[in-house]
């Protein structure tokens, strides 16, 4: 039972990232070495950032006695997690390619490495034990939800940094970012005030995070018709 628990787990997490690979053409652009580099730069970004939170901010502002929804721990980390954008602009620099087969190898390749190494521990530890719990069906359930989150991230990083995006979306762009980087902050806070069931949780982020999609797809659409790509 603990197995199968196991292999489900497993599927919840990675098939959908396969299926992405798979049917986004990646594989026929042969970009599988691409996401891997993609996830080198996350391995990197993420060292810098530990690097950075141990050596400027007290252990203490970033961690509660409790469970509640601490604001200046979230805030801190939001902030630091703005590294995150300075890597998917390194990877979009870095990776050739055009079109919609770049973003989505940066966005792919930096959640598949967070999943891996986030998620995949965390499975082998947990999932594998001699009770059944839905906590790990939420973890990948919401690794799913931050798929979508990386790929609108690559995507609006890579309009923020185009000269020829309209000078009028380029506010939106920039909103779009802000409300993507400390989405921890609102969302989270307003998740922990409203005191919502974690299967609700989950539901609002997914919503939050195509909603979000959905926006940048839509600038995204006009851009790409504009440059012909």
């Known amino acids: 039972m603990t197995l199968y628990h196991f292999g489900n787990c497993l599927a919840l ?8 690979y798979k049917y986004s053409g ?6 599988f070495w691409k ?46 997690d703005i590294a995150d954008l300075l890597g998917f602009a390194l990877i979009l620099s870095r990776i050739p390619g055009k079109g919609h087969s770049k973003l989505i190898t940066a966005g792919l390749g930096w959640g598949a490495a967070e999943v891996i190494l986030s998620r995949g521990i965390m499975l082998w530890v947990g999932a594998r034990g001699t009770e059944f719990s839905w906590i790990y069906i939420l973890k990948c359930l919401e690794s799913n939800v931050l798929l979508i989150q990386h790929i609108t991230t690559a995507a609006l ?53 195509i909603l979000i999609g959905l926006a940048t797809l839509h600038i995204y659409a006009g851009l790409a018709q504009q440059i012909g790509i």
């Open 13 to 20: 997490v990675y098939v959908p990232y396969y299926m992405t």
């Open 26 to 31: 990646l594989s026929e652009y042969g970009a």
């Open 35 to 80: 996401c891997i580099q993609a996830g080198g730069i996350y391995i990197f970004t993420q060292l810098c950032k530990m690097l950075v939170l141990a050596t400027f901010f007290d252990s203490d502002s970033l961690s509660s006695a409790t469970n509640d929804f601490n604001f200046l721990a979230e805030f801190l980390r939001c902030t630091v």
């Open 157 to 209: 990083i890579w309009m923020f940094t185009r000269h020829d995006l309209n000078k009028t979306l380029k506010p939106f762009v920039t909103l779009l970012l802000a409300i993507t980087v400390f989405k921890g902050v609102w969302l989270e806070g307003l998740l922990s005030a409203l005191a919502l069931g974690p299967w609700y949780e989950i539901g609002a982020k997914a919503l939050i995070s």
